[in-house]
């Protein structure tokens, strides 16, 4: 890449930059708090399963939102098409 092309991606940059910088500006600040929870194998209080109705109704509506379903009726789902 040429010297002057390089300059030149250099200043579009700065541009770019300094744009957002002042376009940023009028927004609101806003303060955040975040708060850290380590749970692990989270169960109900009495330690026992949910009925099998209420899992199968939940799998029914679960399913009934998903993108897709085989014909076993597992998910069928997209697995990282952006690293091709």
């Excluded at 940059?13 to 806003?30: D, H, M, N, R, T």
Aim: charged fraction near 35%.
């Amino acid at each position: 890449m040429s010297e002057q092309r390089q300059k030149e991606i250099e200043l579009s940059a700065e541009e770019i930059v300094e744009s957002f910088v002042k376009a940023a500006e009028g927004l609101p600040s806003e303060r955040e708090t975040y708060y850290g929870h380590e749970a692990c194998n989270i169960m109900r209080p009495d330690g026992q399963p949910s009925p099998d109705e209420e899992r199968a109704d939940f799998r029914k509506q679960f399913l009934a939102i998903t993108p897709g379903v085989d014909e076993h009726g597992n998910l069928r789902v997209e697995v990282a098409r952006w690293t091709r």
